[in-house]
């Protein structure tokens, strides 16, 4: 096994928590890597008017695979009253630094599984038709464009004149032709083929690769029908040269339903930016919830791996450390699976899997009690004694 170079990147609250962890876990592995530390998120925001500083461009452009724990995002008029007084009034608009890193690199598909563990008590059950309960096996592994859609930011309050005109030249926006400019806020929604086509593409080789039966895409192209209708198109398009795999269609409100009737039957989906961030923490919440939610953001150069939870700062200050860290260290497994060392990825979910089912060692979450300070009091286990749980089941 060669040593490589990761960029690590732990940005806000519980992200600098459960990166290290994550990379405990690795090192107890076996994985040789040298990890270089990059800046990210809101302290560089609040300093520097940039939460996505150039120098950790330059890190990620020249080793090319990233660790990423989280970061804190605040609406427009928070952000801007929290910057250092000498950068106000200066022009600094903020943007999210995981979009940002993802529009840099055009790191478009994000791959999100969401499979449960065994024994897990946080797993999704229903009662079955004798009264008794069942817990449907989950293993759906969700596809996201990454750079598109409603996160591609191409958004307006007061629009332009000549944006104005464009919008004034579509007789549905009739309705709006009164409205001050100042009382309208507009953000688009834009999907291009080639985005269309490239995950369509990926998403049946991994279905293929892996063993699963269908690709569905989920979408809404009975009402978004422009943008819902070319991912429903290019879909058809890649189908027909995968005979074997099944492919399906479903509306995003639809699915939501369906999935707690028969999450079973799904195995690969695909959505646009917000329907796939909205189905994934949506099936997340069947297998343990967002704990155990891990993501790939891929591009052709460039991949950056993190878990989907946010930096939950209110957790940050506690001590002992409390978060559930198993969704950084899976994160951590698909980049060893996207490096080729996929024996090594295996390892550790298997690692992982022992202890969940074990049920010996389970932080607040997995023990079904509300976060805080007391939990450890009453027999949650904190964020370090479930990594070494983690770490002592490697060798089983």
């Not at 270089?36 to 940039?50: K, P, Q, S, V, Y």
């Not at 269609?249 to 989906?269: C, F, H, R």
Request: aromatic residues 8%.
């Amino acid at each position: 096994m060669s040593s490589r170079t990761i960029i690590t990147m732990p940005g806000d609250g519980i992200g600098q928590i459960v990166l290290p962890e994550a990379i405990r876990v690795l090192d107890a592995a076996g994985f040789e890597a040298e990890y270089l530390h990059a800046d990210i998120g809101w302290e560089f925001w609040c300093t520097e008017g940039n939460a996505l500083p150039d120098r950790t461009i330059d890190l990620l452009a020249e080793h090319r695979v990233g660790l990423f724990g989280a970061i804190t995002s605040k609406p427009k008029n928070e952000a801007t009253a929290e910057l250092d007084p000498s950068l106000q009034d200066k022009g600094y608009v903020y943007y999210s630094p995981i979009v940002g890193l993802r529009q840099r690199f055009d790191l478009d598909i994000s791959i999100r599984p969401c499979r449960s563990f065994t024994g897990n008590p946080l797993n999704f059950i229903r009662q079955s038709v004798d009264g008794g309960f069942e817990e449907p096996e989950v293993d759906v592994v969700v596809f996201r464009q990454n750079t598109e859609g409603l996160y591609a930011g191409v958004e307006w309050t007061d629009p332009p004149a000549n944006v104005m005109d464009a919008l004034r030249s579509h007789p549905k926006f009739a309705a709006f032709a009164d409205v001050p400019g100042p009382d309208l806020a507009v953000s688009t929604r834009i999907f291009s083929r080639a985005a269309c086509r490239r995950i369509m593409e990926e998403a049946f080789l991994y279905a293929e690769k892996h063993g699963y039966r269908s690709v569905t895409v989920c979408e809404k192209p009975n009402v978004i029908r422009e943008t819902s209708g070319m991912l429903e198109h290019e879909a058809r398009e890649v189908a027909a040269n995968h005979p074997d795999i099944a492919l399906w269609s479903t509306n995003i409100d639809a699915q939501t339903m369906w999935l707690t009737k028969n999450p079973e039957n799904y195995g690969v989906i695909v959505a646009g930016n917000m329907f796939g961030d909205i189905i994934s923490d949506a099936f997340a919440g069947l297998v343990g919830g967002l704990g155990f939610a891990a993501s790939s953001n891929i591009g052709k150069d460039v991949a950056v791996f993190e878990p989907t939870h946010g930096s939950a700062p209110k957790y940050f200050e506690l001590d002992p450390p409390i978060v559930n860290p198993v969704a950084m260290i899976l994160s951590a497994t698909m980049m060893l699976d996207h490096i080729g060392e996929n024996g090594l990825a295996e390892t550790i979910r298997k690692a992982v899997s022992s202890v969940v089912v074990d049920g010996d060692v389970r932080t607040y979450d997995m023990s079904k009690l509300s976060g805080g300070q007391g939990v450890v009091d009453q027999g949650a286990a904190p964020t370090t004694v479930l990594t070494d749980a983690i770490i002592a089941a490697l060798d089983r």
